[in-house]
């Protein structure tokens, strides 16, 4: 089984900084792209950065400049660096993974359980 663990979330004042960690753990055979959602009360959920197994990187033009989105595939982490953090970045972030696991040639797309980041103004 296939899990993702997020880490880093919690309480900051605005224009203060947190980094989120998403490790992925279990029968993994190769991870494709990795990305990091949010959602705010009242809110869809949106694609806040993408990162591919080759690097290339997107992000939501909100935090463009103030985020930065990367991986560590030898860990099967992907990280995400907030920086000038705003009250309206509060919601839950959570971590997504597009893999293969070693028992099925279908490619999956797991979720974590989501880590709370609030920003006080």
């Known amino acids: 089984q296939v899990q993702l663990v997020e880490s880093g979330g919690g309480l900051v004042q605005a224009g203060g900084s947190l980094r989120l960690s998403c490790a992925a753990s279990?029968?993994?055979?190769?991870?494709?792209?990795m990305g990091w959602y949010r959602q705010a009360p009242g809110k869809q959920r949106e694609l806040v950065a993408g990162?591919?197994?080759?690097?290339?990187?997107n992000y939501v033009e909100s935090v463009k400049g103030r985020f930065t989105i990367s991986r560590d595939n030898a860990k099967n982490t992907v990280y995400l660096q907030m920086n000038s953090l705003k009250p309206e970045d509060t919601a839950v972030y959570y971590c997504?993974?597009?893999?293969?696991?070693?028992?099925?040639?279908?490619?999956?797309?797991?979720w974590g359980q989501g880590t709370l980041v609030t920003v006080s103004s």
């Open positions: 279990g029968s993994i055979f190769s991870i494709y792209d």
């Open positions: 997504n993974a597009d893999l293969v696991t070693t028992t099925s040639y279908r490619s999956l797309e797991v």
């Open positions: 990162v591919s197994r080759g690097g290339s990187t």
